[in-house]
Nanobody
Framework: QVQVVETGGGSVRAGGSLRLSCAVSGSRFEIKAMDWYRQAPGKERELVAASTFDGIRVYSDSVKGRFIIARDNAKNTGDLQMNRLTPEDTGTYYC?????????????WGPGTQVTVSS
């Protein structure tokens, strides 16, 4: 069994920063990719930032230059550093991991962490 947990959400004023963390636990797995999504009220879930095992980083246009995704493959953790936050960044943030386990690829989601940015 693989579990994914996000931490670090909270409330912040516009212009502030937050750092989200994603921890993956379980046994005998390898993380191939770790991505961050967010879902604002009344909107669909959208990809915010993505990282592959070999270090490729991709960002949505709305967060490019403000957010930084990082991973620690040895610790099976990852972070999303969010800077210069705006009210439009408000939403529930989810960590999604692409796992290789026992020869199979699977996708796992965390329960999400709430980020609220006030103006």
């Amino acid at each position: 069994q693989v579990q994914v947990v996000e931490t670090g959400g909270g409330s912040v004023r516009a212009g502030g920063s937050l750092r989200l963390s994603c921890a993956v636990s379980g046994s005998r797995f390898e993380i191939k990719a770790m991505d961050w999504y967010r879902q604002a009220p009344g909107k669909e879930r959208e990809l915010v930032a993505a990282s592959t095992f070999d270090g490729i980083r991709v960002y949505s246009d709305s967060v490019k230059g403000r957010f930084i995704i990082a991973r620690d493959n040895a610790k099976n953790t990852g972070d999303l550093q969010m800077n210069r936050l705006t009210p439009e960044d408000t939403g529930t943030y989810y960590c999604n991991v692409d796992i290789l386990r026992f020869g199979r690829r699977s996708s796992y989601w965390g329960p999400g962490t709430q980020v609220t940015v006030s103006s």
